[in-house]
Every structure is written in structure tokens, then in C-alpha cells.
């Protein structure tokens, strides 16, 4: 049953994956493509008043490579991995919500991970297009971006954990205070310990930045809304074919 039910999840994330390329491939990648050609137009500019300054490596792909194949291959992957983690949720989640349907339980996971694995982090550290930012600190950034996306992973199921253990005593509505108040208390105290954002290159255009973190954060919640959706549909059907099975077994 868990393989199963982990492959529905898989087909559920490359599916919403391939939504998720077809947003970002209309509104995400004219403002990459804009920004690459403020890098450019900075360096030839910095290489005009060095003349003996190194030029950059030629580009390995096109754009048009990395802007259609690359990207999509690249969200589709990230789907694909993201509706497995969500059907390993799912699996862990059904038992103890054994009262819902699957689909409830679907959308219930999915929007958690998004809030753990996007959400919450993106106020610590939004996005900026890739070639926004200082090089020599991307080893720095990358570090402190996982290690958020971790400790609220890990906020959003003790919220879980601490939400169920009280619903007996404090009630559904209870519970939910209470795990809310332990995903703010949590966030509170890692944005105030973790490193600061790092300033954005000067000079690039502040509309084009606004957009493009509005838009990652709408491909993303159009990810993972599509991850609840198809996989909670796919999960119900299974549920269902598995119970029609079970009737005429135990008869």
C-alpha cells in the first residue's frame, strides 16, 4: 500500500511540476533573462575600465536551453521529489487522522510542507534571480537558506505533534492555537539568530526584484496546491479501490 501510495505522490508532483514550469516559464523568466543582461552590461563595463581584467567563461548551454529544457526539467524533478516527500507525509499523517478523508489529509500535508519547505522560510530569505548577489557569499547564503528551511520543517511537525497530543484537553480549536503559537514562537526566535538577508546587487531594478520573488512564491504555492489537489484525487481513488477490494474479501 505505502508504494503505492508513494508513487500516486510522485505522478502528483511531476504533474503539478509541469504547471509549476509553465508559470515560471511565462512570468519568471523574462525578469532572469532581464537580470542576466544586467550582469552582462555590468561586467562589460568593469572589464572597459580594467582592460586586464579576466572574462568570464563562456555560458556551457543557450538560453533557450536553460530557459525550456533546463527549467522544466529542473521543476518537474523538484515535483517529482517534493509529491514523494509528500506521499511519505501522507503515510505517516492518514493513521492519526483517521477521521478525515484523504482528501482533507492531502491538503492538509501539502499545505503544511509548503509552509515548512517555501513559506515560512521565504520571509526569512526570500529569492533573488540568480545572478542578483554577491558570488563570493553564495556558499554562505546557501548554508543559512537550508539550515532555515530545516528548523521550520521541523517547527511545522512539532506543531503537528503538539496540536494532536492536546486536542483531547484544549479541543480542535485549541490545538490549532497552540500549534500556531509554536511555529511563530519558533520562527521569531530563527529569524533573530540567523544571518541577515544579504543586500541585492545595486543598481538592479527593485520592480524587476519585487516580481520575481512575488512570482517564485506563486509558482510554488501553485506547486504545491497542485501536489494537494491531483494527490489527494489520486489517494481518495485509491482508498476507495482499496476498501471495494477489502469487502468482498472479508465476506
Not at 98 to 105: E, F
Request: charge should be neutral; hydrophobic fraction near 55%.
Amino acid at each position: 500500500m505505502e508504494k503505492q501510495v508513494i508513487a500516486r505522490g510522485a505522478l502528483a508532483g511531476a504533474i503539478a511540476g509541469l504547471f509549476a514550469f509553465a508559470f515560471a516559464r511565462i512570468m519568471v523568466e523574462p525578469i532572469i533573462g532581464r537580470a542576466i543582461d544586467f550582469e552582462e552590461a555590468r561586467n562589460a563595463a568593469e572589464h572597459a575600465a580594467h582592460p586586464g581584467m579576466a572574462m568570464d567563461e563562456p555560458e556551457l548551454f543557450t538560453r533557450a536551453m536553460q530557459q525550456n529544457v533546463g527549467l522544466g526539467a529542473g521543476l518537474i524533478l523538484f515535483g517529482l521529489a517534493m509529491g514523494a516527500l509528500f506521499a511519505v507525509a501522507y503515510c505517516v499523517a492518514a493513521p492519526k487522522l483517521a477521521q478525515w478523508t484523504p482528501r482533507s489529509v492531502a491538503l492538509a500535508v501539502a499545505g503544511s510542507l509548503f509552509a515548512g519547505v517555501y513559506a515560512l522560510p521565504y520571509l526569512k530569505y526570500p529569492p533573488n534571480p540568480p545572478v542578483v548577489g554577491d558570488p563570493d557569499t553564495i556558499r554562505e547564503r546557501t548554508g543559512a537558506y537550508l539550515l532555515m528551511v530545516a528548523i521550520c520543517v521541523a517547527l511545522v511537525a512539532a506543531a503537528w505533534v503538539i496540536g494532536l497530543a492536546v486536542v483531547p484537553r484544549l479541543g480542535t480549536y485549541g490545538a490549532a492555537l497552540a500549534g500556531g503559537a509554536v511555529v511563530i514562537g519558533g520562527l521569531i526566535l530563527a529569524c533573530l539568530l540567523l544571518p541577515a538577508n544579504a543586500p541585492t546587487t545595486k543598481g538592479f531594478d527593485p520592480d524587476d526584484l519585487y516580481w520575481f520573488r512575488t512570482y517564485s512564491f506563486l509558482a510554488q504555492a501553485l506547486l504545491w496546491g497542485a501536489i494537494g489537489l491531483i494527490g489527494g484525487e489520486l489517494l481518495h481513488r485509491l482508498t476507495v479501490r482499496s476498501a471495494s477490494r477489502a469487502v468482498p474479501a472479508a465476506a
